[in-house]
Every structure is written in C-alpha cells, then in structure tokens.
C-alpha cells in the first residue's frame, strides 16, 4: 500500500486549508504547527486529511519529523489503518528517521485493532533488532492483538520469549469477544506469568 499521496504539487497548496477546514486547527506553517493539525485530525478520525497534510508538507518546504510521523501514525491507528501505518513506519526507515517506541506503539495498536496478530509480534521482533525496549503499552497491545485472534499460545511465548516482560493491565484482552472457560484459563496462564516480574522490581 502506497502512502497518502496529493494528485499534484498545485493542488496540494490549494488543498491545504481545505484539508483543516471543519478541525480546530489552522493551516500549518511550521513542522509544529503540522503535527499539531495531524493530530487534530488524528482525534477526529479524518486519517486521510492526516495524512493528507503529511503528504503536503513539502510543498510548503516543510519537512516532517519523528513528532510529525507518530502523530500520522496514531492518525491511522485511530482509523483502523494498519496497512497505512505499516507504510509510515517503512517511509521513517527509507528516510533514516529513527522510530521511537511511541511509533512502534501507535503502529502495533493500528495492527491489534485490525486482528494482525502476526504483524504486531514482527513489530516487537523489529524493536528489539533496533535496541529499543518494549515498554509496558508495548506489552498490552501486543498481547491484546493476540487474543484479538485467540492466539493465546503465542501471546505466552511472546512474555517467555520476545523480552517482553513488563506488568499486564487486567484490561489487556478485554477488547475480544467474551473468552470461553477453557480459553479464560489459558489467558491466567499468561497474566501470571507477567506478574511475578512485576513484583520483582
């Protein structure tokens, strides 16, 4: 999937204060000013017009930063766009921009919400290979992706296995529907083996 793109240099000057017209937000005139509309955007669930001001900003020589990209990530999170999300983090890495664990975060949610249960756990492999340490909302939405899918099993492996061994919010697998008995043991399993780590530190 290719990134949100104007059809032209013109009409992405022209479509600019169009694109922030019914938002709170003005037309950006400083990469701040950018991600602050994006992310207005991003609240109101408009990811195109988010990703539509991404796309316009160097038209205006306005280049996008690390701020500006998360917050077109969590754009797309907040739209359901995993595809778009995937494809944002991928521009950051042509551009050797160096994604944070706020981006990965954003990306991996867009993903849970989506039941890419799969692309998530890749996403906590890609943190680790880049020495970034998985935190304790990294932990949440991964798992959460994976009872999105009952895919318990690899939700274990992914607190014995991948690093990831940070305290569970009790809310981490309420996002699925009601879990049967057996699949409700299967997911204690998993809980308490996070929270003994936590009880460590």
Not at 26 to 53: D, E, F, M, N, Y
Not at 94 to 100: I, P, S, V
Not at 112 to 126: E, F, N, S
């Amino acid at each position: 999937v290719e990134p949100f793109r104007s059809a032209s240099k013109q009409e992405s000057v022209q479509s600019l204060a169009e694109l922030m017209e019914g938002t709170t937000a003005c037309a950006p005139r400083t990469v701040g000013q950018a991600s602050h509309a994006i992310g207005v955007c991003g609240k109101s669930k408009q990811w195109q017009r988010a990703l539509g001001v991404l796309a316009s900003m160097p038209v205006i020589s306005l280049l996008p930063d690390v701020v500006t990209y998360n917050a077109s990530i969590s754009a797309c999170d907040k739209g359901k766009q995993w595809q778009q999300a995937l494809c944002l983090l991928g521009s950051m890495s042509k551009a050797r921009m160096e994604a944070t664990v706020i981006t990965y975060n954003a990306t991996i949610s867009a993903c849970k919400k989506c039941a890419q249960w799969q692309r998530a756990l890749g996403l906590v492999d890609c943190m680790k290979d880049t020495k970034l340490l998985p935190g304790i909302i990294t932990c949440n939405a991964a798992i959460s992706a994976c009872a999105v899918g009952s895919k318990w099993q690899e939700a274990l492996h992914l607190v014995r296995h991948r690093g990831v061994r940070r305290p569970l919010r009790a809310d981490a697998v309420g996002s699925r529907p009601r879990p049967s008995r057996a699949e409700t043991g299967q997911w204690a399993v998993i809980i308490a083996c996070v929270l003994p780590c936590s009880k460590k530190k």
